[in-house]
């Protein structure tokens, strides 16, 4: 990044985000035709007993009933935020000790409202077959043609190079924990400079969220086929655009998507109560899709370094002319050379070494005046008069 003037880093910064919100388009796309083509969700399975007004879980009463327990303190203004963060911070402390049994309950609630739970497993496997075929069009289809169409290389070959960092995204399911294994794939066995894939990358890990859009336009149809719900063409196109956007603010952690997920199926007005029934499989989802990220992440660095070697190639011409031309003027000044910045020769190494075919102009020659007779001459033989001249 410092190595980067603001016009270079704006351009970048500007090709990156074209590419992220166009495949992150894409796979949204590419899941709404996967989940409209397979139809994985059956109606027949769920009981449609329409129990949605069934206790709305009073929040606002137990909210309530919590902070009147602080007594005499929460009638205070003074200590008003004081007792609220406490109140927060204890609820807090008990969701997440009790967030494990609670989400068993809940996928247990959802398989007990289901009459036949081996037509509900067999959904739920073509539920999960549905994303893997999509995640599969859109990382061996989408992502490979549009690299090979803009840098004419073979993506094979680039995969090939971020396998570490593709295994290490299906074991953590995490973006950012595979951020270091995805820097050192792209840097050591795909040549991309540095200061594109210390740019790119971390802006994708939270932005490009390929997976996760797919991902999420799946479920949010899913959900309504489930239900039996129809959706127009007006609503499928809401689908894709909410998934986009949900995927962008999606966090690059574990099973962030049915959270954001929540969003889109708000705002097609369908039953959020069905996400339950998804957090069976989620757990294997998350990191194929999590895959995908870190994969769309790594082709997008490839790309963005592609359209920007020109301007990183000259940078780099002109940063070492001008180096070179500060070495010549302490040399001709008859300063001592040990004095010579060491920032400014390893940054001519850096340079060097990361870019091997660039040529830098050879300094002037220095040819030393020819001494008189005697000293290192006469020691040399190049001074040393003839017999004739001596005699």
């Known amino acids: ?56 879980i009073k929040v606002l ?19 008003f935020f004081y007792v609220l963060n406490d109140i927060i911070m204890k609820m807090v402390e008990m969701i997440m000790w009790y967030s494990p ?3 068993m309950c809940l996928i247990a609630g959802k398989l007990m409202e289901i009459d036949d739970l081996e037509r509900t497993a067999g959904m739920l496997g073509m539920y999960m077959v549905t994303v893997i075929v ?17 840098t004419k290389k073979n993506p094979g070959t680039f995969f090939k190079g971020m396998l570490q960092a593709w295994v290490t995204a299906l074991g953590t399911a995490s973006s950012s924990a595979t951020l270091p294994i995805t820097f050192r794939c792209l840097e050591e066995n795909n040549h ?4 594109v894939s210390r740019f790119v990358v971390p802006v994708g890990a939270t932005v490009n969220m390929d997976g996760t859009a797919l991902y999420e336009a799946v479920g949010a149809i899913f959900i309504a086929q489930l239900n039996n719900i129809p959706l127009g063409a ?3 196109a809401t689908v894709s655009l909410t998934a986009t956007l949900a995927s962008i603010g999606a966090a690059s952690i ?55 070697k020109e301007e990183l190639d ?74 004739e001249t001596q005699i």
């Open 1 to 56: 990044m410092a190595g980067l003037d603001a016009k270079s880093s704006g351009k970048m910064g500007s090709r990156a985000l074209v590419y992220y919100f166009a495949t992150t388009i894409l796979a949204g796309i590419t899941g709404i035709f996967v989940v409209v083509a397979i139809h994985p969700g059956d109606p027949s399975v769920k009981k449609l007993a329409h129990q949605e007004e069934k206790e709305n």
């Open 254 to 308: 574990p099973s962030a998507a049915l959270v954001t997920m929540l969003m889109v199926l708000t705002a097609l007005d369908l039953p959020t109560s069905d996400v339950s029934l998804i957090f069976a499989v989620d757990w294997f989802l998350d990191r194929l899709r999590t895959s995908i990220n870190v994969l769309g992440d790594a082709y997008g660095a490839a790309i963005v370094f592609h359209l920007s």
């Open 61 to 79: 009463d137990t909210f309530l009933d919590i902070f009147s327990a602080a007594g005499a303190e929460g009638k205070v203004l003074s200590d």
């Open 314 to 387: 000259k940078m780099d011409q002109e940063r070492a002319v001008q180096d070179q031309i500060e070495m010549d003027q302490i040399v001709s000044s008859g300063a001592n050379s040990r004095r010579v910045s060491r920032v400014s020769i390893q940054h001519l190494a850096s340079t060097m070494r990361n870019n091997p075919h660039l040529r830098i102009p050879s300094p002037p020659s220095y040819n030393p005046p020819e001494p008189g007779n005697g000293g290192m001459n006469f020691l040399s033989g190049r001074g040393m008069p003839n017999s």
């Open 101 to 103: 049994f609670g989400i």
């Open 134 to 150: 999509g995640l599969l069009i859109h990382s061996v289809i989408t992502l490979p043609l549009i690299y090979f169409a803009i």
């Open 234 to 236: 007006g609503q499928i």
């Open 192 to 195: 991309i400079d540095k200061r």
